[in-house]
């Protein structure tokens, strides 16, 4: 499991390492029964307080991402495919009203936005 840390971020460590174990369920990186580090072993290669491990691993069970088996350890839960694309979509679309917004402000055409989210997507450079 990879997670990078950033001190300039502006989200807190708990945080950063909840997002990122999302993400990689949700690519399939990380599959239903993995083992995870357990919270010490995670606190110490990120070098981090087992406090902030443990906050991380409470949010991720809470929101279904993992499951905590006393004596056992931490493991990626069984998903529902459904529910991890809504998900996602969710953030899609919060991430597109920001840039609407922004292009509101800067008086772009509809036009011009559908242009820019072309390209983009499929990967062309602007």
Known sequence: MDIILSNASGKPIYE???DQVKEQ???GTLSAGDALPSMRLLAKELRISVITTKRAYEELERDGFLENVPGKGCFVAPQNR???REAQLRRVEEKLFQAVE???K???PLEELHEMLDILYKGEEL
């Open 106 to 108: 800067g008086a772009f």
């Open 16 to 18: 950063q390492i909840t």
């Open 102 to 104: 922004e292009a509101r």
């Open 25 to 27: 369920i949700m690519a």
């Open 82 to 84: 459904e529910l991890l």
